[in-house]
């Protein structure tokens, strides 16, 4: 009874950690920026809107919300296309080398991305796809590629083996296999890493900042835009960091039930 | 209507050797069961005549046509699984009538063929419910179903029972010899369980390290043990072993119910343990030189645990091996 309380206390804790900085954010994007800065901090105050009215007017928030979104959700279709046929290779004809592929794969995350900076520009100039979605798209999907792999592989590797030994009798062909059979039962691990690879292409700001200026640039940007080049305005900030932030937030909190459950899609098989 | 004969075939994984030239003709509507513990290779000589093993060396040829090239949809066959592998997401009848629906058999024949199929399963009601909403047994209709569905020409079953209690195996094992009987297709039946090999099939072979020790009707492999595996396999209880005197190497093979007690008996023993069946007793006795002993007798006979009695061995019951093990006519 005693490490239960424990246990529930330990989590709220750390829940209340982690949620702080975004409650304080979004008490900030309500004050002027007098008490925004205000020592020791203000508690009470008349909340105003002037902030989000002031940065709805210098961007076009609609904007960089549309590109966030397109590439996002392109960028997580892009990666399940790739990724879904080479888990399923890897998963049920797996070679001396799979293991090593996997850790290879996986290998490729510890690269820091700056290192490939330059490279990476240089081509994108070379093909035009500076400041486009769909650069954004291609280098999206291939830096969560390795982790969606890597989820469908343990997702796919949970069905068991005769129930696709059932589907080739029954005259599958591997298509029909992969559509009729295995996605279906792995939908939940499936929804699950494309809600993380959402999720990560939402929160991404390194290639966002480097590849685009205007035209393709995502809320990362937006949010960037703001703290430069007039000093800190933290209230402004504030707001243009809760725009930002708003939709995945309400995104990942409809989506829980469906995430904690292909979370924890192998353990309840 | 398919025959499935099997030349010289082996598997190997590795440098591991599963299957040994395995000869074997498995007749037109004839109902054989793979009998072995396991790692004998039963399971993987089944999988490799599904096709969802490849053939190392040899070859299968079903009907005469040599299949190597053929996929395993292909082949006619159908497979029921262990684990009965039915496809979760799907109702009975859908899992029953998936191959159907992947052959592009238009939707009404589909739902009259599953109905049929249920009907004669008696599993009508099922039909609608969800894999989760099923038990065991019912599962295992299912997956007989969505094998009967296809009409193959042979069924492929491997330990399709294991997973059962002991009254459900009783009844299946029943329901499957009807079946085999209606259907009147090639059976060929994987086991551990020489019990269900016994009581269903035409022909038992058995499988030992990857090798045919013995291929033959139930009975003559009862009565006429190839080898002291086979002698010891088939059968419950065990057959007796005991080293044969004057004859070097040698042992005798006696079944419990060839053993008489207490009639001037060659053997003397103390009986140890006692099996009241009711209807039989099963006598456990250690002799004096030590060798384990179960005599089987009618009945409830009068004699107790630590009671020294005298054993004798019917003539006809003896089963004499050599030293390599084979049986010595």
């Known amino acids: 009874m005693r490490t239960k309380w424990a246990l529930a206390a330990a989590g709220w804790m750390a829940a209340g950690a982690m949620f702080f900085p975004l409650l304080w954010m979004f008490l900030t994007s309500f004050k002027t920026e007098i008490t925004a800065v205000a020592t020791p901090p203000a508690l009470i105050f008349k909340p105003t809107l002037d902030n989000y009215a002031a940065v709805l007017e210098r961007a076009d928030y609609a904007q960089f919300a549309a590109n966030s979104v397109v590439v996002a959700l392109g960028s997580t279709l892009l990666a399940l296309a790739v990724a879904i046929p080479a888990a399923y290779s890897m998963a049920f004809f797996p070679t001396r080398r799979t293991r090593g592929v996997l850790l290879w794969m996986l290998s490729t995350k510890m690269l820091p991305a700056v290192g490939v900076l330059v490279p990476i520009f240089l081509l994108w100039r070379r093909f035009g796809l500076l400041d486009t979605r769909i650069g954004l798209v291609l280098i999206n999907s291939a830096s969560v590629l390795p982790i969606v792999v890597w989820m469908l592989f343990s997702y796919f590797r949970e069905v068991p083996r005769e129930i696709l030994e059932a589907c080739r009798m029954d005259g599958a062909t591997p298509r029909e296999e992969l559509f009729h059979v295995l996605l279906p039962l792995s939908k939940p691990g499936i929804t699950a890493t494309a809600l993380l690879s959402i999720i990560l292409c939402w929160n991404e700001a390194f290639w966002s900042l480097n590849l685009t200026t205007v035209r393709a640039a995502t809320l990362t940007v937006f949010t960037a835009s703001f703290s430069s080049p007039e000093g800190l305005f933290w209230a402004k900030l504030s707001a243009a960091s809760t725009l930002a932030t708003a939709p995945i937030l309400i995104f990942g909190w409809i989506s829980q039930r469906q995430f904690a459950r292909g979370l924890s899609f192998g353990a309840v098989k | ?329």
């Open chain 2, 1 to 329: 209507m398919a025959s499935i004969e099997l030349r010289s075939v082996g598997k190997r994984f590795g440098s591991h050797e599963v299957v040994r030239r395995v000869d074997l003709l498995v007749e037109d509507r004839e109902f054989v069961a793979f009998v072995g513990p396991s790692g004998s290779g039963k399971s993987t000589l089944l999988r490799m005549i599904a096709g969802l093993e490849t053939v190392s060396e040899g070859e299968i040829l079903i009907d005469g046509q040599s299949v190597a090239r053929v996929p395993p949809a292909k082949r006619g066959l159908a497979m029921v699984f262990q684990s009965y592998a039915i496809y979760p997401h799907m109702t009975a009848a859908e899992n029953m009538s998936f191959s159907l629906r992947l052959a592009g058999v238009p939707k009404a024949e589909r739902d009259a063929k599953v109905r049929e199929v249920a009907r004669a399963l008696e599993m009508e009601a099922l039909l609608e419910r969800k894999p989760r909403a099923l038990s065991g047994g019912q599962l295992q209709r299912v997956a007989l179903g969505r094998a009967m569905v296809r009409q193959p020409k042979a069924f492929l079953l491997d330990e399709p029972l294991s997973n059962l209690d002991a009254a459900l195996q009783a009844q299946m094992r029943l329901e499957l010899v009807r079946l085999h009987r209606e259907l009147k297709t090639t059976m060929i039946y994987v086991t551990h369980d020489q019990t269900e090999a016994m009581t269903m099939a035409d022909r038992i072979v058995v499988l030992n390290e990857g090798r045919v020790e013995q291929a033959g009707t139930p009975l003559e492999l009862y009565n006429r043990p190839a080898s002291l595996f086979v002698a010891g396999f088939i059968g419950a209880p065990k057959m007796n072993f005991l080293p044969a005197q004057g004859a070097e190497g040698r042992t005798l093979g006696v079944r419990p119910e060839h053993v008489r007690i207490g009639e001037g008996g060659e053997l003397a023993g103390e009986i140890v343990a006692l099996e009241r069946l009711g209807a039989r007793t099963y006598v456990h006795a250690r002799l004096t030189d030590g060798t384990r002993l179960v005599a089987e007798a009618a009945g409830d006979t009068g004699v107790r645990e630590g009671d020294r009695l005298a054993f004798r061995i019917l003539p006809e019951g003896r089963h004499w091996f050599d030293g390599s093990g084979r049986r010595v006519t």
